[in-house]
């Protein structure tokens, strides 16, 4: 799938930490986004979507009719039948092109897919929205989160025409993995890894000597060390927020996108964006700034 005419206009989050983390002096501390305290889903993925178009710079009104995609990852994460409808009510958003699939933490480049497609291809809606709620069922020591985030959600703003961080390819690939072993880091295989990347620089008709940046999310350091070492990356061209707030499924993806984006690269850089899920499915896609 290739949408050259669809861009992601910004990118907006909110994420709280536990009530009683340590770091916070006992009180509810919001780490990116003005809301404080226990977030519903519906509530973060009302400041998100805010935020989301504060930084583009655009109000609530010029949300004409727009798609709301919403990213279900698990019960955790809180992400029911009329999710994204609650949060346009709440925004004061009329009729909207609202629906949910569930997925792990590759689920937010599934649903870009479908969004970009559906942006290039109706010509009525020039704007759409992807939401997804802080998977807070794969938090946890195992993963290396240790209670940092708790609730919250990642918006991604995308908009037809946008001449900015132009979506130019989105693939996905399912592999079939065993239950069992679906946490340990040695199962990632990176030789479909790779088919998959190489399928989807090639259709975004670039190679590796033309990525800048690489967004990841995985579900373990190890999975993200190994993936630098197999790439041969440099820390530096890497951003995963894992580290800093833990494993938090499809919303992790899109803030270590955020964080690209946010330091505004040169036109016509590409940054990769990869997602390693647990449950055997993969996708990659690639942004041109």
């Not at 479908?114 to 992807?130: D, E, H, I, K």
């Not at 001449?163 to 989105?170: E, F, L, Y």
């Not at 295989?189 to 190679?207: F, N």
């Not at 993936?227 to 800093?244: E, I």
Request: net charge neutral.
């Amino acid at each position: 799938m290739k949408a050259p005419d669809v861009g992601i206009r910004a990118i907006g989050t909110c994420l709280t930490a536990h009530p009683t983390d340590a770091r916070s002096g006992g009180s509810s501390t919001a780490l990116a986004c003005p809301a404080t305290g226990w977030e519903t889903t519906v509530a973060a993925g009302r400041s998100a979507t805010e935020d989301a178009l504060r930084r583009a710079g655009l109000s609530v009104a010029e949300l004409a009719q727009p798609y709301y995609l919403v990213c279900r990852e698990s019960p955790e994460d809180g992400a029911g039948p009329l999710t994204g409808r609650r949060v346009l009510d709440g925004l004061g958003v009329g009729r909207a092109y609202s629906q949910q699939a569930g997925h792990d933490v590759d689920g937010a480049l599934l649903l870009l897919r479908t969004l970009a497609a559906q942006l290039a291809s109706n010509r009525l809606v020039r704007r759409g929205l992807l939401l997804a709620p802080l998977h807070t069922g794969a938090t946890g020591p195992a993963d290396g989160a240790e209670g940092k985030v708790q609730r919250g959600a990642a918006v991604l703003l995308a908009e037809e025409g946008w001449p900015h961080n132009r979506i130019r390819a989105v693939l996905t690939r399912t592999t079939p993995y065993s239950r069992g072993d679906d946490r340990q880091a040695g199962t990632l295989d990176l030789d479909a890894l790779g088919s998959l990347v190489d399928r989807v620089l090639r259709a975004s008709h670039t190679t590796w000597a033309g990525i800048d940046r690489v967004a990841l999310h995985t579900a373990d350091p190890e999975q993200g060390r190994r993936f630098r070492q197999h790439f041969a990356l440099r820390d530096d061209q890497v951003s995963d927020c894992g580290p800093d707030l833990g494993y938090i499924g499809s919303a992790g993806l899109l803030i270590a996108l955020q964080r690209i984006l946010d330091t505004r690269p040169p036109a016509g850089s590409k940054v990769l964006a990869t997602a390693l899920g647990r449950d055997g499915t993969w996708s990659a896609a690639v942004v041109e700034a």
